[in-house]
């Protein structure tokens, strides 16, 4: 099964919506990585959260990271088609703090 | 400018050969990695190195091999024994350790073995 699960798997919204993407560890984690993916390219780091409670903002996207450390939601204000892709969360593991898995991601589309 | 260098984009090879993927970094990053990505399953780690000559088995190493003799790069070799070799690869690399440091991509090669 997988470490990090991500809700929901994908997402259709039309332009100007907000929306939320959330990714979800059965373990405490010791940091968390949003990354953006086009289709068929690399991934692009977005933000990256390491204290429970933290939040950060970039542009039209912000990033939370719960109290207890095992959950982190992806939060899109009024929606542009330049956001759309596929959005992973990733998380280092405890037995190894170099090894960084990464959840299945959540493909999202933005109508215009 | 720095950066990760995949290549090539796209690869195709028969079954039953050895493929050698390119990846090279500019970025002066210490670790370096090689994930697989399929559709519906994220990215799966294959092999790591955290410094030159030195390098650790991932979730999936079966079937792949890795080199380490230079900084700057870190091939992966696809060989017959991967059973489904066909898959989207990336690499990445990071400056100090994964857990306080992001991870930066290549742009991918993706591979197709008939």
């Known amino acids: 099964s997988q470490e990090l699960e991500q809700s929901p798997q994908s997402l259709i919204v039309q332009e100007g919506k907000n929306l939320t993407i959330n990714c979800t560890s059965s373990k405490t984690l010791y940091g968390l990585y949003w990354y953006k993916q086009k289709y068929g390219e690399g991934l692009i780091f977005l933000m990256m959260?390491?204290?429970?409670?933290e939040e950060k903002s970039h542009e039209k996207i912000t990033a939370k990271l719960d109290e207890k450390k095992q959950q982190s939601s992806l939060h899109i204000t009024a929606s542009q088609p330049s956001h759309a892709g596929i959005y992973l969360c990733?998380?280092?593991?405890?037995?190894?703090?170099?090894?960084?898995?990464f959840g299945p991601g959540t493909s999202l589309s933005v109508i215009p | 400018d720095g950066g990760i260098t995949q290549s090539p984009k796209y690869l195709f090879r028969k079954e039953g050969q050895n493929v050698t993927l390119s990846c090279e970094q500019n970025l002066n990053h210490d670790a370096m990695y090689w994930y697989r990505q399929d559709p519906g399953q994220g990215l799966r780690l294959i092999y790591y190195?955290?410094?030159?000559?030195?390098?650790q088995k991932g979730d999936i190493a079966e079937g792949y091999s890795v080199s380490r003799e230079k900084k700057e790069s870190f091939p992966l070799t696809v060989t017959s024994a991967q059973k489904n070799p066909t898959a989207f690869y990336l690499c990445?690399?990071?400056?100090?350790?994964?857990?306080?440091?992001?991870?930066?991509f290549g742009n991918g090669t993706r591979l197709t073995v008939t």
């Open positions: 190195s955290q410094i030159v000559n030195d390098f």
């Open positions: 959260l390491q204290k429970g409670g």
């Open positions: 990445a690399s990071t400056y100090g350790r994964a857990y306080n440091s992001p991870l930066h």
């Open positions: 990733g998380a280092p593991r405890k037995t190894s703090y170099d090894k960084v898995i």
